[in-house]
């Protein structure tokens, strides 16, 4: 059983302007427990909103049109408050995610307390060991949020998410607002803990380059739509859809004496209105002249790879 | 003591020693003090009624000069006036102590839930502070009699609103914050994430507005003894004493001016301490304190 599996999902967002469809029929599966999964999008591709809409936090005019969620095989649009399986957000802003007028102690101990239901000097104890295994000393139990740096904080933020061994993690541009050094050491505690601790993870962000470090397959996101999905390795070596391609011809490479980055001209579609065809048709190198009539398919390549692209629908 | 605290605790407590909040708390603390220590040390019974009527602030007594004079009856004002502090302040107290943590509950309710319960708390309040306090109180009176502790429950009811109102903006903007969103997505309890994650980081203003309020209690009550309707006869209360001295305006000036005083100084005093509250606990002002001093500083000396 899959732990995390999407099937046509469609979301739209009410707006002052018009309904702005942020999801249109995604399908997505995360098959294997501690497996994390990259979703890769600009602005406004829906990555967010998918993530938003599995953990139950789409903003109150959002509304999802149609489609199943399950996680661990619940569905987590109907399913009562009780049998749901936990899943767990990590937000970019640590500050906000923790309660300023609590020490961290508390606040992670309070999962052990009444979530786990243990005793209280246990729960500081499992409180100390989980602050430890995120690289904290356990002296930081009786810090506030406010006495930390901000790397410090998204480590708190990440020994409360594996206080309460959800059944998948929502990563949400986690190490956006840190500067470099801090993100690497903050991805690469991700991985370990996910990894050692057989959790399993979305990771929503931006930048492919930190899909290269930390995930194991790839989701890429175009206006609303998944284009791409494939594993880490082979979307790198070999990149199917024309928006994926462009996508890394604009990440700067120290490896390869690249002359010029090349930037995807044009801007990301309105999703009030959506291009006819090919959504990325209007800023495709390749365009043909059908791609702008016909609507392409995900379609299934060898080793379990899809991309949504007319070029690959004639094979 | 202080040698035990953290740089921080010692920040937070420079942050709070604001000169408004000092000057309320000395004039509150110096009443209190002698609220305390002149029934325990007076000579003088503050119901017994004697001879000397009406002497002026400073004559010669029986036992200690009559410092603040005495009334109609005889009594001495000095004992009288600190005598009425227990029951003013405990008044005040209660009132407002009522008022906030009823107000208080209906506000996190109203504000965390929403929806129908939201609208129909929301409306029984706006009817509660529809009503003048004053009206409600004669209600009051006239139905269960004229009592100080109807009073009390008149003003507590009708002061309600002001704490739910309040409580209920504050919730609303932090129910929105990541870690009340985490503490849900963690399957806490509503109760637990009500009153341990929101409550604490909603109450600053709440604590600001209960201290101006207890100002305002003060005075509530007084009118409402002044008018009758409160403390009765024989019992020392300020408003009480400023009704039946305001009679003897002409003859005895002392009579009803040092229980208005008395008023007019812990009323001064609670809105200072709320003012400077205010200052220390404002978020946004959080940390430029030291700084706008220090440019106070410098402006001063560039003028000298």
């Known amino acids: ?315 | 003591m202080l040698g035990r605290l953290s740089p921080e605790a010692k920040e937070t407590l420079a942050r709070f020693m604001q000169p408004s909040t000092i000057i309320g708390l000395s004039i509150l603390v110096g009443i209190v003090a002698l609220g305390v220590i002149v029934p325990l040390a007076s000579p003088y019974d503050p119901y017994a009624t004697s001879e000397d009527v009406l002497r002026p602030p400073l004559s010669e007594g029986p036992a200690w000069p009559y410092i603040l004079g005495t009334d109609s009856l005889g009594r001495d004002l000095f004992t009288r006036i600190f005598y009425a502090v227990s029951i003013d302040l405990a008044v005040a107290l209660v009132t407002v102590g009522l008022a906030v943590s009823i107000g208080m509950v209906i506000g996190l309710v109203s504000g965390y839930f929403g929806g129908i319960l939201d609208s129909v708390l929301m409306r029984i309040m706006d009817v509660l502070i529809s009503i003048p306090g004053f009206m409600l109180a004669i209600a009051v009176a006239a139905a269960l009699g004229a009592s100080l502790f109807n009073a009390m429950l008149a003003v507590a009811v009708v002061t309600i609103p002001i704490y739910a109102r309040l409580m209920r903006g504050v919730t609303l903007s932090v129910k929105e914050q990541l870690y009340v969103t985490a503490a849900k997505e963690a399957g806490l309890s509503s109760f637990r994430i009500l009153f341990r994650h929101i409550l604490p980081n909603a109450m600053a203003p709440l604590i600001v507005q209960s201290t101006i309020e207890l100002g305002n209690a003060i005075i509530y009550i007084a009118s409402l003894s002044f008018i009758g309707l409160g403390a009765q006869e024989p019992q020392p209360e300020w408003g009480l004493m400023l009704s039946t001295g305001r009679k003897y305006l002409r003859e005895a000036w002392w009579y009803p001016t040092f229980p208005g005083l008395m008023i007019f100084l812990v009323v001064l005093a609670f809105n200072l301490i709320g003012d400077g509250l205010r200052d220390a606990l404002d978020p946004r002002l959080r940390g430029t304190l030291k700084i706008r001093r220090s440019i106070v500083w410098q402006l001063l000396k560039s003028e000298t």
């Not at chain 1, 994390?36 to 789409?58: C, H, M, Q, R, W």
């Not at chain 1, 052990?112 to 409180?127: F, I, M």
């Not at chain 1, 930048?207 to 880490?232: F, K, P, R, T």
Request: with cysteine; charged share 25%; glycine share 6%.
């Open chain 1, 1 to 315: 059983m899959a732990v995390v599996e999407v099937r046509n999902l469609s979301v739209v967002y009410y707006t002052p302007r018009g309904v702005a469809k942020a999801l249109d029929n995604v399908s997505l599966s995360i098959e294997e427990q501690g497996e994390i999964l990259g979703l890769v999008g600009e602005s406004g591709s829906g990555k967010s909103t998918l993530g938003y809409a599995i953990s139950g936090l789409l903003p109150g005019n959002a509304e999802i049109v149609s489609g199943e969620i399950l996680v661990n095989g619940v569905d987590m649009l109907r399913a009562g408050e009780d049998s749901k399986p936990r899943v767990s957000v990590i937000f970019q802003d640590a500050l906000t995610s923790l309660n300023p007028v609590l020490t961290i102690g508390e606040q992670i101990a309070e999962i052990y307390l009444y979530v786990h239901g243990l005793s209280k000097s246990e729960a500081y104890d499992e409180a100390g060991r989980v602050l430890e295994e995120v690289g904290l000393p356990r002296s930081f139990l009786n810090r506030y949020p406010h006495e930390l740096s901000g790397g410090q904080r998204q480590r708190a933020v990440i020994a409360m998410t594996l206080a309460l061994r959800p059944a998948l993690i929502i990563a949400d541009e986690p190490t956006t607002a840190l500067d470099v050094t801090v993100q690497a050491a903050i991805l690469k505690l991700l991985y370990r803990v996910v990894k050692e601790n057989r959790l399993t993870m979305l990771y929503i962000t931006h930048d492919l380059s930190l899909v290269a470090h930390i995930c194991d397959n790839v989701a890429v996101m175009y206006a609303g739509e998944i284009v791409e999905y494939s594993s880490v390795k082979s979307l790198f070596r070999d990149p199917k859809h024309p928006y994926t391609r462009a996508l890394l011809k604009a990440i700067p490479r120290v490896d390869t004496d690249v002359e010029e980055l090349e930037p995807i001209e044009g801007s990301p579609p309105s999703l009030l209105e959506p291009p006819e065809g090919c959504r990325f048709h209007p800023r495709c190198p390749l365009a043909m002249e059908k791609c702008r009539i016909l609507r392409p398919r995900l379609v299934s390549l060898v080793d379990g790879r899809s991309v949504r692209c007319l070029l690959y629908e004639e094979e």
